[in-house]
T-cell receptor, first 113, second 116 residues
């Protein structure tokens, strides 16, 4: 069974600063990796996904993530954070059959001006 | 385009009461899911339905039942609510389970349930 660890429960960054949110996964087969964002009172929105190919993937809202198989990581990055990026971010790993998507506990991002 | 619609948005139950959470999608998706979200635990899969007429257990199915009424609708029922079921419940849908993860999940806005 797959699992996901997001080591940081809360992160605070200044507006305009760079951001990196960490994600480590565990899965015996090729992982299908996702980042979702959740604004308060809302459902989850897909930011980006990695299935295969180029290990650096681009997503919406200026986000990118890098898959590192040797480190079992899929960290999310953004070069310059905007106040509107304040939200909760979830990393998820899907099984190879397309049945089960397991989420990490989430990282709450706060942006200070 | 409504996407995934969940009702109600909020609900308070007493221990032992029953209720059904409703979910409908208008994207003609084959697969539908129910998750619960608890602080510090992310989202956990309760049940999913790969297609109309089929349902399968997820990670935390105990205390819940589901019905895939038709392609659009997937309901979650609590027969005898317990305080441990206090949570935010999310319904999601995707194009097809057989396509693997080429189709992302689309989420509703959630139902906040409190059981006293």
């Amino acid at each position: 069974a797959q699992s996901v660890t997001q080591p940081d429960i809360h992160i605070t960054v200044s507006e305009g600063a760079s951001l990196e949110l960490r994600c480590n996964y565990s899965y015996g087969a090729t992982p299908y990796l996702f980042w979702y964002v959740q604004s308060p009172g809302q459902g989850l929105q897909l930011l980006l996904k990695y299935f295969s190919g180029d290990t650096l993937v681009q997503g919406i809202k200026g986000f990118e993530a890098e898959f590192k198989r040797s480190q079992s990581s899929f960290n999310l990055r953004k070069p310059s954070v905007h106040w509107s990026d304040a939200a909760e971010y979830f990393c998820a790993v899907g099984d190879q059959y397309g049945n089960k998507l397991v989420f990490g506990a989430g990282t709450i991002l706060r942006v200070k001006s | 385009n409504a996407g995934v619609t969940q009702t109600p948005k909020f609900q308070v139950l007493k221990t032992g009461q029953s209720m059904t959470l409703q979910c409908a999608q208008d994207m003609n998706h084959n697969s539908m899911y129910w998750y619960r979200q608890d602080p510090g635990m992310g989202l956990r899969l309760i049940y999913y339905s790969a297609s109309e007429g089929t349902t399968d257990k997820g990670e935390v199915p105990n205390g819940y039942n589901v019905s895939r009424l038709n392609k659009r609708e997937f309901s979650l029922r609590l027969e005898s609510a317990a305080p441990s079921q206090t949570s935010v419940y999310f319904c999601a849908s995707s194009e097809a389970i057989s396509s693997g993860w080429n189709s992302p999940l689309h989420f509703g806005n959630g139902t906040r349930l409190t059981v006293t």
